[in-house]
Structure formats: structure tokens, C-alpha cells
């Protein structure tokens, strides 16, 4: 069965880091661009960074200098580094393929930024 597991989230003060993992089961992984994507509460849920078999990376606008994706095929793993946090990137964190499948939308990981 293929699927994506997300975790590394957790409670972090203004202005710290967090680094995400997505573990992926399957081949899927292998041929396919990655994305993170972020729901905040009452809000749609956003693409925050993609990244393709090649290594090319993009970033949304509000976390462009603050965030870095990257994949480790060997591991079928991709990362999501979070530097510099701030309170509106509290959300439930999730990965999924790039178009996202509906079938891989799976708990993800909460992040949350308070002091």
C-alpha cells in the first residue's frame, strides 16, 4: 500500500525551527514532484513548497528565506526545514504528490507557533 506519513511537528516559540518528514511507502515517490502543503484553522488549505525529481524547488511567497524542502529518494523521504517561525505558519502540515492524489491526504503534523 502506498502512502505518506508526516510527523516532526510540535509546540515552538516565535522565531524557532522545526524540520518536517513525509516517509513515503511505495514507488510512487520516485517519479513524482513532492509538495507541502498547510491548513490553518477556518482556512483553505495552501501549497507552502514543492519539490521536483530534478531538485528544483519553489516556495510560497510567505515562507520564501525561511523554509527549505528537500528529498532523499534513497529514503523516500522528503523534508520540510522551518526556520525563523511565526505565529501564522500555525497549521496541520501535510505532503502529497504534485498534483496532489486524494488518496495520500493522510493525519499530517501539527505545527504550532506561540510563546
Known amino acids: 500500500q502506498e502512502l505518506f506519513v508526516e510527523s516532526g511537528g510540535g509546540l515552538v516559540q516565535p522565531g524557532g525551527s522545526l524540520r518536517l518528514t513525509c516517509a513515503a511507502s511505495?514507488?510512487?515517490?520516485?517519479?513524482?514532484?513532492m509538495d507541502w502543503y498547510r491548513q490553518a484553522p477556518g482556512k483553505e488549505r495552501e501549497l507552502v513548497a514543492g519539490?521536483?525529481?530534478?531538485?528544483?524547488?519553489n516556495y510560497a511567497d510567505s515562507v520564501k528565506g525561511r523554509f527549505s524542502i528537500s528529498r532523499d529518494p534513497a529514503k523516500k523521504t522528503v523534508y520540510l526545514q522551518m526556520n525563523n517561525l511565526k505565529p501564522e505558519d500555525t497549521a496541520v502540515y501535510y505532503c502529497?504528490?504534485?498534483?496532489?492524489?486524494?488518496?495520500?491526504w493522510g493525519q499530517g503534523t501539527q505545527v504550532t507557533v506561540s510563546s
Open positions: 502529497n504528490t504534485n498534483p496532489p492524489l486524494q488518496r495520500f
Open positions: 511505495g514507488t510512487i515517490f520516485t517519479y513524482k514532484p
Open positions: 519539490i521536483d525529481n530534478g531538485g528544483v524547488t
